[in-house]
Nanobody, 126 residues
Framework: EVQLVESGGGSVQTGGSLRLSCSTSGFTFDDYSIAWFRQAPGKEREAVSCIVIADSRTYYEDFAKGRFTISSDKAKNMVYLQMNSLNPEDTGVYYC???????????????????WGQGTQVTVSS
């Protein structure tokens, strides 16, 4: 059974940083793409970033480029999202998601992710 557990959320002020963690189990880590999504109050869920575990390729939405960094630890089956220069627009619930990746999809961030964690709250105050 695929399990994803997020941690590391919290409350910070504008300009602050947070590091989110996603602990994974129940699947062959190297065969997957792991992504971070977020959902702000009253808004649709949106993609943030993903990493193809096999070769560590990373992808980011424009708002995350230069501020957020996704990484993985294959020894621990963990994925991280380092978030810097946070602003109130980054407030929301952040979800870790996973899907099998065969390598045939050009932009893994926009694949359908079929395994989800419960989310962790990030609140940025001005």
């Amino acid at each position: 059974e695929v399990q994803l557990v997020e941690s590391g959320g919290g409350s910070v002020q504008t300009g602050g940083s947070l590091r989110l963690s996603c602990s994974t189990s129940g699947f062959t880590f190297d065969d997957y793409s792991i992504a971070w999504f977020r959902q702000a109050p009253g808004k649709e869920r949106e993609a943030v970033s993903c990493i193809v575990i096999a070769d560590s390729r990373t992808y980011y939405e424009d708002f995350a480029k230069g501020r957020f960094t996704i990484s993985s630890d294959k020894a621990k089956n963990m994925v991280y999202l380092q978030m810097n220069s946070l602003n109130p627009e980054d407030t929301g619930v952040y979800y870790c998601a996973a899907t099998y990746y065969s390598g045939s999809y050009d932009y893994p961030l926009y694949m359908e992710y079929d395994n989800w964690g419960q989310g962790t709250q990030v609140t940025v105050s001005s």
